[in-house]
């Protein structure tokens, strides 16, 4: 095994399918000559040609519709939107056409194509680079929403992103890109889509999040030492969601906190709970807390680790339900 931050694993991932498959290429802006803008095809290029590691154009809606167009007609391209904050220029092709080809030409058509993309704030990023809004991609639906947590967890799920026969948006935290470090097998594995990971394994409360917040949150809870028994899951998908792995934990907890950096209202949260509620409300202790950014734009460079959620709030949401 080799010692990989995410960037590398997710080049690893890339790498690899494009040997193995010669329908696979990426395009996007800045992608083949140099690399992307957090490097994560460096390389590529040199490899696989210009044939198949595009640089487009500026323009996100001609980024995503071509990669309609070109998975409609066999390939599997991978189109890299530099900043989340872009990708809503490319949403009626996504909303429209991506998410609506497989039901329209019933069955004919389908759309292998994933659109990579870093999202999140921690990194002091400008406007429209740091939101997490994948809740408008998982509302959609014909669209699977993934967002891996860690380097091992970015190469296995890309792979099978890549291998999908619909489209998928896989949201790469640009906080984690190069944050941690982990062992990721050389070889290649993948890694199921819709089917969360238990952390760590509890039975006095279950703690569910996501994303970067899977490291604020577990610092968190190595803070309070072994005060209480905590099941954390990493949901790892959000579209579609692993609501059995979520109900049998709170059903054997009793308690749940759930952590996200993407705003409160309507957020992914909002119907994790409505879940619990129609499935395990009556092994419910107390009602269920939640973490969460706040109704506002993301805010910029100072103010913006006020935003996100933190170790001192998610302990204080953990001490809420447990003392309820």
């Not at 002091?124 to 014909?142: C, D, I, N, Y």
């Not at 993934?146 to 619909?166: E, F, H, T």
């Not at 969360?196 to 703690?207: C, D, P, R, S």
Request: charged letters at 20%.
């Amino acid at each position: 095994m080799a010692l990989l931050n995410m960037v590398e694993a997710i080049n690893l991932a890339l790498k690899q399918e494009m040997k193995k498959d010669s329908t696979v290429m990426v395009l996007g802006e800045d992608v083949g000559l140099n690399g992307g803008v957090f490097r994560v095809t460096d390389g590529l290029q040199k490899i696989y040609g210009e044939n198949r590691v595009v640089d487009t154009p500026l323009a996100e809606v001609g980024i995503i519709g071509s990669s309609i167009g070109l998975a409609i007609y066999g390939m599997k391209p991978i189109a890299e939107i530099q900043f989340s904050g872009f990708s809503y220029l490319g949403l009626n092709q996504l909303i429209n056409h991506a998410a609506r080809i497989r039901f329209r030409s019933r069955g004919k058509f389908t759309c292998p194509m994933v659109v990579r993309t870093p999202y999140s704030g921690g990194i002091r990023a400008l406007e429209h680079h740091s939101e997490s809004m994948e809740v408008l991609f998982a509302h959609t639906p014909g669209l699977k929403v993934v967002i891996p947590s860690s380097p091992y967890q970015a190469k296995g799920l890309l792979i099978s992103a890549i291998r999908d026969p619909d489209p998928v948006i896989f949201f790469e935290s640009s906080r984690v890109y190069r944050a941690i470090k982990e062992e990721v097998p050389e070889e290649e594995y993948t890694i199921p889509i819709g089917k969360a990971n238990i952390v760590q394994e509890g039975n006095q409360l279950t703690v569910i999040t996501w994303g970067a917040m899977l490291w604020i949150t577990k610092k968190a809870i190595e803070q309070m030492g072994n005060k209480y028994n905590v099941e954390l899951i990493d949901l790892r998908t959000i579209s579609p969601l692993d609501t059995e792995t979520i109900i049998n934990s709170v059903k054997k907890t009793g308690r749940c906190v759930i952590v996200h950096e993407a705003p409160r209202t309507f957020g992914p949260g909002a119907e994790i709970i409505a879940e619990i509620n129609e499935k395990a409300a009556f092994d419910l202790q107390c009602p269920v807390e939640r973490v969460t950014g706040y109704d506002v734009a993301m805010p910029f460079f100072k103010n913006e680790m006020n935003y996100l959620p933190n170790e001192k709030r998610i302990i204080m949401a953990i001490e809420k339900v447990m003392s309820s």
